[in-house]
């Protein structure tokens, strides 16, 4: 098949998501053509002859100064120009805001199939404000096929946007063979450190990296050998800095910004949290779990389809701070329960999660479209 994908070409999960199921189907034989404004992250590093990078054009005009380019209209153009010239089968768009949108006036153009996945904030968040909701609406309506990360999200949509055609859960998937793991543990262990956590995330409202800061300061009461490694960057980043300097706890939590690594990374730590106010799915989950290392998290949306409670991590309540410490400190000071954990982890993946069971199953939602 001839597919083309659009995404955000940054690290965030919907991106990270569009650019490995494109690889992986240029490996199964499959003509790919992504359609985005700069080269996705994981492209950078790794290309396949079976895949070709189209960049949406840039245009400069005094008039669009103050609102900047309408950036959908282009995506629409670019989509257009290849569906055209390649003569693809199906578009594909991660993520509804814009790239659905695009993706529907391409349709309109050429008549080329569409394929819509939502990813969540997309949904639950951005899709919400007023100024887009009946636009995300039109363009899940106008899709030939929508697929969701979550059954949390699939009922969202519902909820939400009232869409009533079929839509077909699909969940992330993760590459077993580079997310495995590898017990390094030589890059945070210094110093007397001898537990490590780990958080990987923007720094945003809705990640809530404030509250892991003041549940970590309650570990530290108790392991105050512990140490919290901190991978992102964002909006917050100023005020987790004044936080930790108000409770003192600067020298045991270490912000890294943006790292490339995060297979290394995962396999340095003892454990991962991810305290989300609502996830659909939460990538970075079954990256942990696929390297072995349990996981504390959010008892909310997508993520109990994730993880399982006792078995391959730790879920609390939303914004009980105390349950999230209590959480850590358990597997922290549990190694035997950590270790079944983290097996369990990587069972689950290699079951649920892993690239032969995940991407198959966008192509059969390919085959239904086009049949």
């Known amino acids: 098949m001839k597919i083309g994908i659009s995404c955000y070409p940054s690290v965030g999960g919907s991106g990270f998501l569009a650019t490995r199921l494109g690889l992986e189907l240029a490996k199964k034989g499959h003509e790919i053509h992504f359609i985005t404004y700069d080269v996705p992250y994981l492209l950078r590093e790794e290309r396949h002859p079976n895949l070709s990078i189209n960049l949406i054009d840039k245009v400069e005009y005094p008039l669009f100064k103050a609102i900047c380019s309408p950036f959908t209209l282009l995506e629409a ?147 105050p050998e512990s140490k919290l490694i901190l991978v992102g960057d964002g909006p917050e980043r100023t005020q987790v800095l004044q936080l930790c300097r108000k409770l003192g706890i600067c020298q045991q939590v270490s912000l890294e910004g943006f790292r490339t690594d995060i297979p290394r990374v995962l396999n340095c730590v003892d454990l991962l949290a991810a305290p989300s106010k609502i996830e659909s799915f939460c990538l970075v989950l079954i990256e942990a779990m696929a390297c072995e290392v349990p996981v504390v998290s959010t008892r909310a949306g997508g993520i109990p389809e994730v993880v399982e409670h006792g078995k391959q991590g730790l879920l609390f309540e939303d914004e009980d701070v105390d349950q999230l410490a209590q959480n850590m400190i358990q597997i922290l000071t549990d190694k035997q329960q950590a270790k079944k954990m983290g097996i369990s982890g990587r069972k689950r993946v290699l079951q649920n999660f892993s690239i032969g069971k995940i991407v198959p199953q966008y192509e059969n939602c390919y085959k239904a479209i086009l049949s």
């Open 77 to 223: 153009s670019k989509m257009t120009e290849v569906v055209k010239e390649h003569k693809l089968d199906i578009l594909h768009a991660h993520y509804i805001i814009p790239h659905a949108m695009a993706a529907f006036i391409a349709k309109e153009l050429t008549g080329v199939k569409t394929i819509s996945t939502a990813h969540g904030s997309d949904v639950h968040t951005v899709g919400m404000e007023k100024g887009f909701r009946s636009t995300v609406h039109l363009a899940l309506r106008k899709s030939d096929y929508i697929t969701s990360v979550s059954n949390f999200l699939a009922n969202s949509l519902r909820e939400k946007f009232k869409v009533r055609c079929p839509i077909e859960t699909v969940y992330n998937f993760v590459d077993t063979e580079i997310f495995r793991p590898r017990k390094i543990k030589d890059e945070f262990y210094h110093d007397g450190v001898e537990n490590v956590v780990v958080s990987i995330s923007n720094f945003r409202k809705i990640k809530r990296i404030p509250l892991l800061i003041r549940a970590f300061a309650k570990v530290l009461k108790e392991l």
